[in-house]
Structure formats: structure tokens, C-alpha cells
């Protein structure tokens, strides 16, 4: 008899091992499992159907106003391990950008966000809304995940254009409210991450290496300029790809929605003597829009009016 009286699960029927084996290939190939595509496509073909959403009662209340009928609620996931990596900030003072680990980021994002449009695609979506992303590591960091969650909407208002692009956006409902206002249209989402590795000059390597007693390096506060260096470097390449892609999504303005780093200590031995390098990885994530787009909807965005609550 089993333990605690619990029944051992049937084996997976042959139809079931089909259906996963199916569902492998089509993630292997970019799309989703074949179970999403027509249960969103069933929502696509509905008069009136029955929806989920991540939207605050305040976000779906100003989407409807605004022309932006909430459908679905849709998601995109992506795990990517990257490869061999070694460093190539060189030594004493050199920097570059170790492509072996901004690439995994960037293709686990593209992949998580290709996904979530193709949702909203099946659904019969114009757009998304209120996207929510969450990227991090699985188990240890050679690993990347991400995973992107949004609200799929028409827009009865300004339905796009057979050459316009999809209108994904990492905007709030009460956010795209306000650019609808003013005239601007969605473009999409816009990211990159860049990974830079810097190794320190001799100075301050030997700064981090001093204990700092009696005149030791460090003894006094001092800025590790290389450190300081990289994350201006690696910004500087994130924004620059970032205004490249809403470049050729027609954008003439970006709303940047993320911009995080984080910076990773690495050391190594060499004759005795301690060599200390970092990884500074700098995520931007954005909305491209185009401003004078259309005219205000549903009406001009006005200026901010004072709420006082005297307790009555």
C-alpha cells in the first residue's frame, strides 16, 4: 500500500508524450506551446471574452477610456546559458566588452519579448500594456531567465496600420493614458544589456590589496577610477543600442522604464600577487514613442489639480 495512502501518478499516455514533444519543438523554434496558441486564438475569435489581467482597477478603467480594450493577459519566458567566458579586460587598466555574457542577457530578453508579442498576436491584440519583467539567474550565474508578463489590448482608437509596428510598450495604463494625451504613439520595447570587464591599473590594485595600516593604500579614501570608468562605458554602449533600435522603429523619443547595473568582483593569481578585475552589467529596458503622432485622445493632457482631504 502506498504511503500515507497516496496513489502513484499515471504515466504520461502516448498522446501526452506527443503533445510535449511537440510543444519542445516549437520553444527549440522561437514560438510557444501549441496549448497557448489556441486557447489565445479561441479569445481572438470571441465576442465577448473572458479575460485576465495584471491591471490595477485605476489602469483598466483609463484603458477603456482611452480606446484600449483589455483582451488578455500574456506572457514570454526565456532561459539561456551562455558558453565559456574568460577574461578580457586584459591587464592594468584595460577594459572591453565580454560578449559571452552581455549575449545570453539580450537573447533571453528578445526571445521572452517575441514570445509575449506572439501571444498577443493569436489573441487579435493591437498592443500590450503594463508589461512586468523579472530577469535573473537559475541555480547558479551562468544561467539567465527572463520572464515578461503584460495586459494584450485593442486600441478602438488608433487601430495600427498594416506597416505599423506592434505597439508593446513597458508603460503603466496610467502612463500610456498620458502619452495618448499629448499626441504620442507606441513604437515598442527597446533594451540591451552590456557586460564590461575592467581590470584595475597598478595602483589601485595595490590600493585593494594594501591592508591600510600605517600609511598602507588604504589608509585614505579613494575613488577606483577604472571601476567608475566601466559603468560609464557600459551605459554608454546599452544607450547607444537602445537609441539605435528606436531609431529604426520610426521613434523620435524613448521612455526608459529600467536602467539597473550591478558590479561582480573577480581575482586571479599571478606570481604571488593578487590581480583584481570586475564585470559591470548594465540593463537598460525603454519604450520608444513617437511624439505629434496623432491628436490628443481622448482629450489634451491637462496640467496637475491639488487633492486636499480635511478629514470630513
Known amino acids: 500500500m502506498p504511503l500515507f495512502g497516496r496513489q502513484k501518478p499515471p504515466p504520461p499516455t502516448d498522446a501526452e508524450r506527443q503533445a510535449a514533444a511537440v510543444d519542445l519543438q516549437r520553444i527549440e523554434q522561437g514560438g510557444i506551446p501549441l496549448g497557448a496558441e489556441q486557447r489565445l486564438k479561441r479569445v481572438a475569435t470571441a465576442s465577448t471574452p473572458f479575460f485576465t489581467s495584471d491591471l490595477s482597477a485605476k489602469e483598466y478603467a483609463l484603458a477603456q477610456v482611452g480606446g484600449l480594450q483589455p483582451i488578455a493577459q500574456v506572457m514570454g519566458s526565456s532561459v539561456v546559458q551562455h558558453g565559456w567566458v574568460y577574461n578580457q579586460a586584459g591587464f592594468y587598466g584595460g577594459m572591453s566588452e565580454v560578449t559571452g555574457l552581455s549575449e545570453p542577457w539580450n537573447m533571453a530578453r528578445e526571445r521572452a519579448f517575441d514570445r509575449l508579442r506572439q501571444e498577443a498576436q493569436f489573441a487579435g491584440a493591437d498592443g500590450i500594456i503594463g508589461i512586468e519583467m523579472t ?74 590589496n594594501s591592508s591600510g595600516f600605517f600609511g598602507g593604500g588604504g589608509a585614505v579614501n579613494m575613488e577606483i577610477p577604472e571601476i567608475t570608468n566601466g559603468v560609464y562605458e557600459a551605459r554608454r554602449r546599452a544607450i547607444g543600442e537602445v537609441r539605435r533600435q528606436a531609431a529604426s522603429a520610426d521613434a523620435n523619443n524613448i521612455v526608459i522604464s529600467t536602467l539597473m547595473h550591478t558590479i561582480e568582483h573577480r581575482e586571479y593569481d599571478q606570481g604571488g600577487y593578487k590581480i583584481n578585475y570586475f564585470y559591470v552589467t548594465m540593463n537598460v529596458l525603454g519604450t520608444a514613442i513617437r511624439l505629434g503622432a496623432h491628436a490628443p485622445h481622448p482629450a489634451p493632457l491637462t496640467g496637475p489639480v491639488m487633492s486636499i482631504n480635511l478629514g470630513r
Open 135 to 208: 530577469a535573473g539567474s537559475i541555480g547558479d550565474a551562468s544561467n539567465v531567465e527572463f520572464v515578461v508578463f503584460g495586459t494584450a489590448v485593442r486600441d478602438t482608437a488608433f487601430p495600427p496600420g498594416p506597416r505599423e509596428p506592434f505597439g508593446m510598450c513597458a508603460l503603466s495604463g496610467q502612463d500610456v493614458d498620458k502619452l495618448r494625451r499629448i499626441g504620442a504613439a507606441v513604437c515598442g520595447v527597446v533594451g540591451h544589456t552590456t557586460v564590461v570587464a575592467v581590470a584595475l591599473q597598478a595602483n589601485s590594485n595595490y590600493v585593494m
